[in-house]
């Protein structure tokens, strides 16, 4: 799994998916993510910064950390979150130093999406 990170700094999420390619191509329309694969039951993604992985070796499991993902432009990534068909499931929000909204990804789990920008 890729070259190791910064102490004290998330170095690796893994989500335990029941598709990869779903997986692969629900955040790769809508973040821009890649992927490499490492066999039929393991995937790294990749968001230029950190990076994860998405598995098949165990059950889905949604719920725990809440994952929160930075956009620069906060309604144009909703827009391509609702358009490959995700659920929003908390409206943007003001909070201070910015703004979020939460979605469920095509497994059940909940993420957050942030901007600084009013």
Partial sequence: MGIRGTDRQIDNIEFNVSDIARSKAFYGSVFGWA???YGPSY????DGRLTGGFTTGEP???GGP???????DLE???????AVGAKISRATFAFPGGRR???IDPD???LAVWTAQA
Avoid: K, N
């Avoid at 995937?43 to 990749?46: D, G, H, Q």
């Fill in 35 to 37: 992927f490499t694969d």
């Fill in 60 to 62: 889905v499991r949604p």
């Fill in 76 to 82: 144009a990534t909703q827009q391509r979150i609702e």
């Fill in 108 to 110: 059940g789990y909940e």
């Fill in 101 to 103: 909204f939460h979605f």
């Fill in 43 to 46: 995937t790294e993604f990749s």
């Fill in 66 to 72: 809440l994952v929160i993902l930075y956009a620069d």
